[in-house]
């Protein structure tokens, strides 16, 4: 009966110990997480840049085709 009561009471002991551990656990995991979030909007940042650098040359390209084409619409009037 001893012997139970002992274990029950180093069982609980050591749950009650392991309960206020937890947070402590859980920083590093939370900062790792972090981290990652920022790594991941810092790609997001360099793909908007790249992509919007995509895009201004496409709208060059659209201006020029366009100046091109008023061009040849004016030669074929003539």
């Known amino acids: 009966m001893r012997a139970f009561?002992?274990?029950a009471l180093l069982i609980a002991g050591s749950m009650l110990s392991s309960c206020g551990r937890g947070t402590h656990r859980?920083?590093?995991?939370?900062?790792?997480?972090?981290?990652?979030?920022?790594r991941a909007s810092q790609e997001i940042k360099?793909?908007?840049?790249?992509?919007?650098?995509e895009l201004q040359n496409a709208g060059k390209e659209l201006r020029e085709g366009w100046k091109e084409a008023k061009r040849e619409d004016t030669r074929r009037k003539k």
């Not at 859980?26 to 920022?38: I, L, N």
């Not at 360099?46 to 650098?53: D, S, T, V």
């Open 26 to 38: 859980d920083e590093p995991a939370a900062r790792e997480v972090g981290r990652d979030a920022y």
């Open 46 to 53: 360099r793909g908007a840049k790249k992509a919007g650098k």
């Open 5 to 7: 009561g002992l274990t």
